[in-house]
């Protein structure tokens, strides 16, 4: 088993998990099997509780683990389905220490950072190795180097390091490569101080990935190999790409980082086949169509809080040979202004999921405005509730029709909490969540996009379509077309006379992969492209 550790320093956001999802993807194309995990420094157990604006999207696992956003990267770029084993926080570390230390698990020794905490964080690591089948784990560590949250985490990894030997374990440092425009050059300080911060605390990097928007020459990596003492094949030209994430791979195979990886950790491997990859980035960057589609959200401000949604238009849109521009309209500026304002000449309308009733308004009008005038329509989780809300108000002519969410006491209750989440307290991982399988009525639209009568899907969500309203609701156009195996829990809803309108409980973005897009979010473009008859 090899060990690589991704650590970021100068600043956050440098795209670290791109980056250990892009070394994964390569190694992966080399015929290795590749896990990835994540190490959150916060004290939140997960992301469950956080507001998208702190954190982004929460993405969550088969098994209903809610983690980092990063893992949805890992899982879309490398072949492997990940578990709670693979997303490890502060919140966990702590929890699990100070559980053990009131049972008397340590035999009454005074508890400390070291070893106690820095063993916990060694054993998650080894617990994946042991559970996990792999011949590499790459593990990224949150945050950036100096930050106080994020030493015990260093020194578990530096110690991890020793245990394992240098021939069995790589560090990548992630770091900033500055441009000044004022002197018209790049600037290498800032990489210096964050990597001798990093050896301050025991760690030197066997290769260092430069992020910056300018080339780096030669001159420049021999200048960090000199004064970051690693060797200058090993500092790797990290430029921004001009068109899409997925081409972080291919520019990290140019530069030979795959190479140089199983070089330092003596891996024989063939070269990675990335034919396909090739591909799928060529119909990204050279799209033979176009489509706008409107997502109208809450979050539209912060790009990760949806940030699945927007991947699974790309690969849906690269399977079509179909750029998709997404036009991000917050909700609420539809309660002000209308929505014939801001979705007149979308080709389609996509809901996504959410909490709380800020901008809920705003979505019903954008659902109305898409049944209306036949644009096509994909509701996710929210946006499934909101189409129900929409149909009952404007169909069924229930113009109370709520969900209890919103309005405790609305007469049309037609979307509610489940009996068994009415005495739910505790908001952290008390959703149902995860792995649920759904059956599919044949002859259905959603029939058409799965060809399969029974699917499993990843859900997120506390709120029901209330059962109570199905027959009434469905003596219209309103049809639903996928339920929970027992029948009790609407899953998909569609409406029978419209040329796309699909909405879901679960969230379709957590499966959508490039070359494979899900096929909802394939059979959504597809309606959008022939609404605008470019098909």
């Not at 702190?54 to 879309?76: F, K, M, N, Q």
């Not at 991890?160 to 018209?184: K, P, S, W």
């Not at 649920?436 to 639209?445: A, E, N, S």
């Amino acid at each position: 088993m090899k060990y690589i550790f991704v650590t970021g320093g100068v600043v956050s956001s440098l795209g670290k998990g791109l980056a250990a999802a892009s070394l994964g993807t390569l190694l992966e194309h080399r015929g290795l099997k590749v896990i990835l995990q994540k190490f959150d420094p916060y004290l939140n157990v997960d992301p469950g509780t956080m507001n998208p604006y702190e954190h982004g999207e929460v993405y969550v696992l088969d098994d209903g683990a809610e983690t980092d956003l990063d893992l949805g990267h890992y899982e879309r770029f490398t072949g492997t389905n990940l578990s709670k084993l693979n997303n490890l926080t502060s919140g966990q570390v702590y929890t699990n220490v100070l559980a053990r230390e009131r049972s008397g698990g340590y035999l009454g020794s005074t508890v400390q950072v070291i070893p106690h905490v820095t063993n916990e964080i060694k054993e998650r690591i080894r617990k994946v190795a042991r559970e996990m089948t792999a011949d590499i784990i790459i593990t990224e560590i949150g945050g950036t180097v100096g930050d106080i949250e994020g030493l015990p985490f260093l020194e578990a990894i530096r110690q991890f390091g020793q245990e394992v030997g240098q021939d069995n374990c790589l560090f990548i440092h992630t770091t900033l490569v500055i441009y000044m425009r004022a002197a018209g050059e790049l600037k290498t300080k800032p990489t210096q101080q964050s990597i001798a911060k990093l050896r301050e605390i025991g760690i030197s990097p066997g290769v260092v990935l430069c992020r910056t928007e300018m080339p780096i020459d030669q001159d420049l990596k021999d200048k960090i190999s000199l004064f970051c003492n690693v060797a200058p094949e090993a500092v790797i030209e990290a430029r921004d790409t001009k068109h899409s994430i997925y081409e972080v791979p291919l520019k990290l195979h140019e530069e030979k980082l795959d190479d140089l990886v199983c070089r330092l950790l003596k891996i024989d491997t063939r070269p990675p086949e990335l034919t396909r990859w090739k591909q799928f980035v060529q119909r990204i960057i050279n799209p033979s169509h176009h489509v706008r589609i409107a997502v109208v959200g809450k979050y539209i401000e912060l790009n990760d809080a949806y940030k699945s949604i927007y991947e699974s238009l790309v690969h849906a849109g690269a399977a079509h040979d179909t750029k998709v521009e997404v036009v991000k309209i917050d909700a609420e500026n539809i309660e002000k202004a209308g929505a014939d304002l801001y979705l007149t000449g979308v080709q389609g309308i996509l809901v996504p999921g959410g909490f709380g009733d800020r901008g809920t308004e705003g979505k019903i009008a954008a659902c109305r405005f898409a049944r209306e005038n036949k644009i096509p329509y994909f509701g996710i989780c929210l946006g499934m509730q909101i189409a129900v809300i929409e149909y009952a108000r404007n169909v069924c002519g229930w113009k109370e029709a709520n969900s209890t969410e919103f309005d405790k006491v609305t007469p049309y209750p037609v979307v509610s909490l489940l009996e068994e989440q009415q005495k739910v307290t505790q908001k952290g991982g008390s959703m149902r969540l995860g792995a649920w399988v759904t059956d599919i009525l044949p002859g259905t639209k959603a029939y058409d996009l799965y060809h399969s009568a029974t699917i499993t899907e990843r859900h997120r969500h506390r709120y029901e379509f209330n059962s109570d309203f199905k027959d009434r609701m469905e003596a219209h156009d309103f049809l639903i077309s996928g339920t929970s195996p027992d029948g009790a829990l609407a899953e998909i809803i569609e409406l029978k006379s419209h040329p796309f309108f699909v909405a879901c409980q679960f969230h379709p973005e957590l499966l959508s992969r490039p070359n494979h897009p899900h096929p909802i979010f394939y059979g959504f473009v597809g309606a959008a492209l022939r609404t605008q008859g470019a098909h």
